[in-house]
């Protein structure tokens, strides 16, 4: 009796580890590039992906448009092995235009305004209308803004609008490929713009608040998964996880305004 017991124990064990190995086998490993707006949701929502799907999420960071080394245009172009990009939407567009995403996968997930940040504790500027704000710019020693979706914006269009964009060149930067907030944060800029969402995980700002709704400017973040992509199954998986209600909560929880709608 007791030998039969220890040949169940050993089937059954033997039966365990082959399940185990058949799982590591069809588990697959996704490599993912998202820029900083979308990160703090998905950084909340990864854990959850991959202990219900058993795929393992490899992440890197980097902007959604420029020439830095990590801007995901520029992994891209280089080959780097990515299955899914969470970027600025209409630049992850451009990438289908490219072929370089598979635009029947594109989803619309999230969408975040620009906000205004000083460094914690310092006095707040008043941003609360078109004029204020005209007022506090041109009163600032240091201004920075991103080198992404919102940076593009203020600089080429905000500044020049509000018609101050030659009286604070000289002191206005755009920052490359390095959250705004930490600028602002050690003292290299009075005042910084960038998505509500990218700011509020800084450490050592105040927000002060998002950009007057007359010259507030929305940024889409979608995700694709990449042509030739590696594991196009689990991509896509992963794709639908991040648009579905469940992963809503998480969204809105870093700044973000979930969009309505699914994925295809």
Same mark, same amino acid.
């Given at each position: 009796?007791?030998s039969q017991l220890s040949l169940v124990?050993?089937?059954?064990?033997?039966?365990?580890?082959?399940?185990?190995?058949?799982?590591?086998?069809?588990?697959?490993?996704?490599?993912?590039?998202?820029?900083?707006?979308?990160?703090?949701?998905? #950084?909340?929502?990864?854990?959850?992906?991959?202990?219900?799907?058993?795929?393992k999420l490899v992440t890197n960071w980097?902007?959604?448009?420029?020439?830095?080394?990590?801007?995901?245009?520029?992994?891209?172009?280089?080959?780097?092995?990515?299955?899914?990009?969470?970027?600025?939407?209409?630049?992850?567009?451009?990438?289908?235009?490219?072929?370089?995403?598979?635009?029947?996968?594109?989803?619309?997930?999230? #969408?975040?305004?620009?906000?205004?940040?000083?460094?914690?504790?310092?006095?707040?500027?008043?941003?609360?209308?078109?004029?204020?704000?005209?007022?506090?710019?041109?009163?600032?020693?240091?201004?920075?803004?991103?080198?992404?979706?919102?940076?593009?914006?203020?600089?080429? *269009?905000?500044?020049?609008?509000?018609?101050?964009?030659?009286? &604070?060149?000289?002191?206005?930067?755009?920052?490359?490929?390095?959250?705004?907030?930490?600028?602002?944060?050690?003292?290299?800029? *009075?005042?910084?713009?960038?998505? $509500?969402? *990218?700011?509020?995980?800084?450490?050592?700002?105040? $927000?002060?608040?998002?950009?007057?709704?007359? &010259?507030?400017?929305?940024? &889409?973040?979608?995700?694709?998964?990449?042509?030739?992509?590696? *594991?196009p199954e689990a991509a896509r998986a992963?794709? #639908?996880?991040?648009?579905?209600?469940?992963?809503?909560?998480?969204?809105?929880?870093?700044?973000?305004?979930?969009?309505?709608?699914?994925?295809?």
């Amino acid at each position: 009796m007791r030998s039969q017991l220890s040949l169940v124990r050993a089937a059954s064990i033997a039966l365990a580890s082959a399940l185990f190995l058949v799982s590591a086998a069809f588990a697959g490993e996704v490599r993912v590039v998202s820029s900083g707006g979308f990160a703090a949701a998905y #950084r909340a929502l990864a854990p959850e992906f991959e202990r219900q799907s058993g795929d393992k999420l490899v992440t890197n960071w980097g902007p959604s448009m420029g020439n830095t080394a990590d801007a995901v245009p520029s992994r891209l172009a280089r080959g780097e092995a990515i299955d899914v990009v969470i970027m600025v939407g209409y630049a992850l567009g451009d990438l289908v235009k490219q072929g370089k995403v598979d635009g029947d996968s594109r989803v619309d997930l999230a #969408r975040s305004g620009i906000g205004v940040a000083v460094r914690a504790g310092a006095p707040k500027p008043d941003i609360g209308s078109v004029d204020a704000l005209r007022r506090t710019l041109l009163a600032a020693k240091s201004i920075a803004y991103s080198d992404s979706a919102s940076g593009v914006y203020i600089q080429n *269009e905000m500044l020049k609008n509000l018609g101050v964009a030659d009286a &604070v060149a000289a002191k206005a930067r755009m920052i490359p490929a390095e959250p705004v907030g930490a600028v602002v944060a050690r003292g290299d800029a *009075e005042i910084g713009f960038q998505q $509500i969402s *990218e700011l509020k995980p800084i450490a050592g700002i105040d $927000i002060v608040g998002p950009l007057p709704p007359e &010259v507030q400017k929305f940024t &889409v973040f979608s995700a694709g998964v990449v042509s030739g992509s590696r *594991e196009p199954e689990a991509a896509r998986a992963l794709v #639908r996880f991040l648009a579905s209600p469940d992963a809503a909560p998480a969204i809105a929880a870093s700044g973000l305004e979930p969009m309505a709608g699914g994925a295809k």
